[in-house]
C-alpha cells in the first residue's frame, strides 16, 4: 500500500502568514494527490485536485505543487477562517486502494 | 443541489453488525464512483472503501477486509456500508463521498458523518 507522510503534524501560525505543508508519497504517484481542509463538527472540503488544480469556490490564497512524491499545499496569507486541519490523500487508479497523510493542525501562534 | 445524508450510526457491542445508509440527491449515483471515510476519535482521516459506478468491483482498507462490505443500489440512489464483527477500534464518524474522476480521483462532496461507537 501506499503511504502518505505529511510535515508537520502542528503548525503555529498567525493571520497574514505564509504557510506550506509537506506530504511525501511512499511510491511515485504522478499527481494523483488531493488536499482537503477539516474542521470540527464540519464534513472535509476538498482544497486541490490533481496536486494543483484548484476546486471551484476555493480562495486562491491556495496552491498546491508536486509531481511524483513530493507535494505541498501553500496558503499564500493565512485567515482567521483558514485555522483548521490539512490532508493530503492518494488516489492510486490502478491500485484501487487509497489514503490519507496523517494531518496537519494550522493553530494559533 | 448536491446533498449526502449518511444515517445509521449508533451504539453496538463489540462483535455486533451496522448498515450504514447514504442516499444521495442532486445528481445521478449511478454516474459515479462513491467511497466511505471514516474519522476515529481524536485521529485523523482514514479512507475505507470504495466502489465502481456499477457495484461491480469494491476496494478495501485491509484493516476492515471481510469484516465490512459497500453496495450501492443506483435505482434508489443510495450507497450502503455493511458493518460486521465490530471493534472498539471501528468506533468514528464514517462519511460518505462522492468521487470524481476529473483527472484524477477526489472527494469532491461529502456527508455530514454518522457516529459508529463499538462498546460494552
Known amino acids: 500500500d501506499i503511504q502518505m507522510t505529511q510535515s508537520p503534524s502542528s503548525l503555529p501560525a498567525s493571520v497574514g502568514d505564509r504557510v506550506t505543508i509537506a506530504c511525501r508519497a511512499s511510491?511515485?504517484?504522478?499527481?494523483?494527490v488531493n488536499w482537503y481542509q477539516h474542521k470540527p463538527g464540519q464534513a472535509p472540503k476538498l482544497l486541490i485536485y490533481a496536486a494543483s488544480k484548484l476546486q471551484g469556490g476555493v480562495p486562491s490564497r491556495f496552491s498546491g505543487r508536486g509531481s511524483g512524491t513530493d507535494f505541498t499545499l501553500t496558503i499564500s496569507s493565512l485567515q482567521p477562517e483558514d485555522f483548521a486541519t490539512y490532508y493530503c490523500?492518494?488516489?492510486?487508479?490502478?491500485?484501487?486502494?487509497?489514503?490519507f497523510g496523517q494531518g496537519t493542525k494550522v493553530v494559533i501562534k | 443541489e448536491v446533498q449526502l445524508v449518511e444515517s445509521g450510526g449508533g451504539l453496538v457491542q463489540p462483535g455486533g453488525s451496522l448498515r450504514l445508509s447514504c442516499p444521495v440527491s442532486?445528481?445521478?449515483?449511478?454516474?459515479?464512483?462513491m467511497s466511505w471515510v471514516r474519522q476515529a476519535p481524536g485521529k485523523g482521516l482514514e479512507w475505507v472503501a470504495n466502489i465502481k459506478e456499477d457495484g461491480s468491483e469494491q476496494f478495501y482498507v485491509d484493516s476492515v477486509k471481510g469484516r465490512f462490505t459497500i453496495s450501492r443500489d443506483n435505482a434508489k440512489n443510495s450507497l450502503f456500508l455493511q458493518l460486521n464483527s465490530l471493534r472498539v477500534e471501528d468506533t468514528a464518524v464514517y462519511y460518505c463521498?462522492?468521487?470524481?474522476?476529473?483527472?484524477?480521483?477526489?472527494?469532491?462532496?461529502w456527508g455530514q458523518g454518522t457516529l459508529v461507537t463499538v462498546s460494552s
Open positions: 442532486g445528481f445521478s449515483l449511478g454516474s459515479y464512483w
Open positions: 463521498a462522492r468521487i470524481n474522476w476529473g483527472p484524477t480521483g477526489h472527494f469532491d462532496r
Open positions: 511510491q511515485t504517484i504522478n499527481t494523483n
Open positions: 490523500q492518494q488516489s492510486h487508479r490502478t491500485l484501487g486502494t487509497w489514503t
